[in-house]
């Protein structure tokens, strides 16, 4: 990894901590891990040394890298002339097939980037209820825009009942607008929205707590939320930026069987290309201009290259049997690792809903993990040294909250990584009784 250090000396002259995106820091190396090429369910160092991918892309390559389906569809938007800031065919139809697969979506708009689209859902729910208070849950997860960054991970002395910025620079005055509450946590939510429900714009969530650990929503948390919002006239907004086609084309609300009113999508939405939404119930999004107040445009937005790469991967998650073959291939991989950890006595458990899974490490085996508070002890410098050694031994594991394979994942993929992560664990073993 030695040119590894050298590009990170590089790119840090003009890039601060030689990265685009803070969270690509490998805590581990204490540099990023940069990367020549991507190809299926490999990604490759400077040096071309070949990894097992279990990052994914953050979650983005949902098929793997550079799917060989997504690369001919991008390839043909760009013979078309790099469309951009012009409306073309490929949208409608990438609409109504997000429309046909995705309960709430009836109508949607398409962005870049999952900060823009948290933060254009909440500003369409507060223009459609007139209201201006948001609802958001500890260690849930939004992006970096001003309304939504409170609470993300904060440290015990920060965590709720306080209302703690995720970020520096935002405003202090819009703390009062936001709204945390623990996830799962009945009484709670109860109370809030039956007392500030008039008040309330949108209640917003992830519906499976992925960047905290992978916490699922307890039997009838989702419907409560559904109900309360019903009642108080506030918009229920899942954020399935993440969530979205883990388990399969209709995202977590069709999983759990509640339909929010709107949701965001990204991430695996455009097979690798940039590429977001936000959408719901036509009665809600015919609010946005140029039909009403809300409003919603962008250069950038609804990019061909990113629609291509969209169209390509409802295609691929259509053929048959490949959402049955990705989580057969989960199964394989979280099972492995807790029967690997299980065996080593090793200190980590398998959080793992679908094709997105968390590791972590430290909190007992016996404690139930539902909401933020309960991970929040999670050994953070281990977990570190564990992607590091993971690099050592062919796999690749971002040091971050969550982690998944891909389509492109075959058994033996899983099993050679399941070599690497045994590999690795007995490596931080070592090191601890040394
Ligand atoms: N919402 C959720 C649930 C996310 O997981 C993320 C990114 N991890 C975002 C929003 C922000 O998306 P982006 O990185 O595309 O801005």
């Known amino acids: 990894?030695?040119?590894?250090?050298?590009?990170?000396?590089?790119?840090?002259?003009?890039?601060?901590?030689?990265?685009?995106?803070?969270?690509?820091?490998?805590?581990?190396?204490?540099s990023p891990f940069y990367v020549s090429r991507g190809e299926g369910s490999r990604v490759y160092d400077l040096e071309g040394n070949e990894y097992v991918d279990l990052c994914t892309s953050f979650g983005s390559a949902l098929l793997g890298q550079a799917h060989p389906r997504v690369s001919q569809a991008v390839a043909q938007a760009l013979e078309m002339g790099l469309?951009?800031?012009?409306?073309?065919?490929?949208?409608?139809?990438?609409?109504?097939?997000?429309?046909?697969?995705?309960?709430?979506?009836?109508?949607?708009?398409?962005?870049?980037?999952?900060?823009?689209?948290?933060?254009?859902a909440v500003k369409l729910a507060r223009e459609y209820t007139g209201r201006s208070l948001v609802v958001k849950f500890e260690g849930h997860f939004h992006g970096y825009n001003d309304y939504l960054a409170y609470n993300y991970w904060p440290s015990p002395a920060e965590a709720w009942p306080q209302v703690t910025p995720a970020a520096a620079g935002m405003p202090e005055d819009w703390q009062g607008g936001c709204i945390v509450l623990p996830f799962n946590d009945f009484e709670r939510a109860e109370e809030a929205l039956i007392r500030r429900g008039h008040e309330i714009a949108a209640v917003i969530l992830e519906p499976v707590n992925y960047n905290s650990g992978t916490l699922l929503p307890e039997d009838g948390f989702l419907p409560l939320l559904r109900r309360l919002t019903t009642e108080q006239g506030s918009l229920l907004i899942f954020d399935e930026i993440l969530s979205g086609f883990r388990t399969g084309p209709g995202?977590?609300?069709?999983?759990?069987?509640?339909?929010?009113?709107?949701?965001?999508?990204?991430?695996a939405l455009g097979g690798g290309m940039p590429l977001s939404a936000f959408g719901g119930e036509r009665s809600i999004m015919e609010h946005v201009a140029p039909l009403g107040r809300a409003q919603h445009s962008g250069t950038y937005n609804g990019h061909l290259s990113a629609i291509a790469g969209?169209?390509?991967?409802?295609?691929?998650?259509?053929?048959?049997?490949?959402?049955?073959?990705?989580?057969?291939?989960?199964?394989?991989?979280?099972?492995?690792?807790?029967?690997?950890?299980?065996?080593l006595g090793f200190p980590a458990r398998v959080q793992g809903l679908g094709a997105r899974f968390s590791l972590l490490f430290g909190p007992p085996a016996g404690r139930t993990l539902r909401r933020y508070r309960d991970?929040?002890?999670?050994?953070?410098p281990?977990?570190?040294?564990?992607?590091?050694?993971?690099?050592?031994?062919?796999?690749?594991?971002?040091?971050?909250?969550?982690?998944?394979?891909?389509?492109?994942?075959?058994?033996?993929?899983?099993?050679?990584?399941?070599?690497?992560?045994?590999?690795?664990?007995?490596?931080?073993?070592?090191?601890?009784?040394?």
């Open 1 to 30: 990894m030695a040119r590894n250090r050298e590009q990170w000396q590089r790119a840090s002259r003009h890039l601060p901590g030689g990265v685009c995106a803070s969270a690509r820091s490998h805590k581990g190396l204490g």
């Open 83 to 120: 469309i951009c800031a012009h409306e073309h065919e490929w949208h409608a139809q990438l609409a109504q097939r997000i429309a046909e697969a995705v309960p709430a979506v009836e109508m949607l708009r398409f962005t870049m980037s999952g900060t823009e689209t948290t933060y254009y």
């Open 251 to 267: 995202c977590m609300q069709a999983t759990y069987g509640v339909v929010p009113d709107l949701c965001t999508l990204g991430k």
């Open 310 to 343: 969209g169209l390509a991967f409802f295609d691929v998650i259509g053929q048959a049997g490949c959402y049955e073959a990705l989580l057969a291939r989960c199964q394989r991989l979280y099972a492995g690792i807790d029967e690997i950890a299980g065996r």
């Open 375 to 380: 991970v929040v002890d999670n050994d953070w």
């Open 382 to 434: 281990m977990f570190h040294r564990f992607c590091s050694a993971c690099l050592d031994h062919g796999v690749y594991l971002h040091t971050m909250w969550h982690h998944g394979i891909s389509a492109a994942h075959s058994d033996a993929d899983v099993d050679r990584a399941l070599e690497g992560i045994e590999a690795a664990f007995r490596d931080v073993l070592a090191e601890s009784s040394e």
